[in-house]
């Protein structure tokens, strides 16, 4: 077994070769090498798949070494695809291995194409989508829109997500997904990261994720198959906010990155959001105090996050969603009015004000 593990240690190598300038010098018989090593991998995890505690051992001589955790043992049963993927996007790869790669992805040995008869098709897709991903972005791109690239990484990481799912983990791998997922949307812009997240979490929502729900109904599962799909889309939503609301620094990095429309409906969808994301403008707006000489209010130093208007906007967008969304943060707004003294004038408390500003515009959208 330690032989195994040895071996197994290696792919995180394997993988980053395949991506380096080093594959200048393959010829036909090292390329061939390299996919043998693929398919010894996936031969170990078809062997061990169905042994927790080996799987764990393998998972942790994986992820040695590695500065971020990407790598676990469910990307051992995709080696061939990944290695396949490295290659095809590696223009160093000289012509004639090229060629031998593009030949074993059209004819796969007996023993490649006989479990996963997609394999090649799913390469492709990915391979699309990097092309895809890989073009130019518009001049200005709308802030709220979900134009085509962001939509195509939101459903690029749900498919990831999806694929993570498929495999029997062992207890505690929930961690190292989140782990993963942490990892993936490190390598982002920040605030790319954030759009990715809210894209991919509005979409498990809206079912736009036509590709996944085409490959769902051709399984033929019916509704046990529609119900198990479900509670899958669930884990994925839950395991996004989980990497969301586990950090309140991120938390607030990500409210503050967003607009306030695109931040309720994700609040609309998911109640796990909503509450955290009240607290959060709770603690805005109580930074925030009365200038006497404008007549506004005003941020306190470098404490307050959001002027005035910026806060309005937000509370607005939450009591323009939905009516259950509406009265919760209307309840919200009356409680902390009641805390502050329950004034029905101007200046004196916040909540007051924010509370008479959005009644207002409410009786406004209801003439309209």
């Not at 092309?131 to 200005?140: D, E, F, G, Q």
């Not at 791109?141 to 990481?157: H, N």
């Not at 996944?212 to 198990?228: F, K, M, V, Y």
């Not at 409680?335 to 909540?351: E, H, P």
Request: hydrophobic residues 40%; glycine residues 8%.
């Amino acid at each position: 077994m330690e032989a195994v593990l040895a071996q197994v240690e290696q792919l995180p190598a394997l993988l980053a070769v395949s991506r380096s300038a080093l594959v200048r010098d393959w010829d036909t018989l090292t390329l061939e090498r390299a996919l043998e090593w693929a398919r010894y991998f996936q031969h170990v995890h078809g062997r061990f798949c169905t042994r927790p505690r080996l799987r764990e051992a393998l998972s942790q001589r994986l992820r040695r070494g590695q500065r971020s955790p990407l790598l676990g043992f469910p990307h051992l049963g995709r080696c061939s695809q990944l290695l396949g993927l490295a290659l095809l996007e590696n223009r160093a790869l000289p012509p004639a291995a090229c060629r031998r790669l593009i030949h074993s992805l059209l004819q796969p040995s007996g023993a490649e194409a006989g479990p996963e008869p997609r394999d090649l098709a799913l390469l492709a897709r990915r391979k699309a989508a990097s092309r895809l991903l890989a073009l130019p972005r518009a001049p200005s791109p709308p802030p709220l829109g979900m134009e085509p690239q962001l939509q195509s990484e939101a459903q690029l990481l749900l498919s990831r997500l999806r694929e993570e799912r498929q495999e029997v983990e062992p207890a505690g791998e929930a961690a190292g997904r989140l782990r993963w997922l942490s990892g993936v949307l490190e390598q982002l812009p920040q605030t790319r990261a954030f759009e990715v997240v809210a894209a991919a979490l509005l979409l498990l929502r809206q079912g736009n994720g036509a590709e996944e729900a085409g490959d769902r109904a051709q399984d033929g599962n019916g509704l046990d198959g529609n119900q198990a799909s479900g509670a899958g889309e669930e884990c994925i939503a839950g395991l996004l906010l989980s990497w969301l609301l586990g950090n309140l620094e991120r938390l607030s990095s990500f409210c503050l990155s967003l607009p306030g429309s695109l931040l309720a409906s994700i609040a609309g969808h998911y109640s796990q959001f909503s509450r955290p994301y009240l607290d959060l403008l709770t603690d805005w707006g109580s930074h925030l105090h009365y200038d006497p000489l404008t007549g506004r209010w005003v941020k306190s130093f470098d404490k307050a996050k959001l002027s005035w208007e910026e806060l309005r906007e937000h509370f607005s967008c939450l009591c323009q969603w939905s009516m259950k969304l509406r009265e919760q943060t209307r309840t919200a707004l009356r409680l902390l009015k009641a805390r502050d003294g329950d004034f029905k004038v101007c200046g004196l408390s916040v909540w007051t004000d924010l509370l008479m500003e959005v009644e207002k515009h409410q009786r406004k959208v209801a003439e309209c």
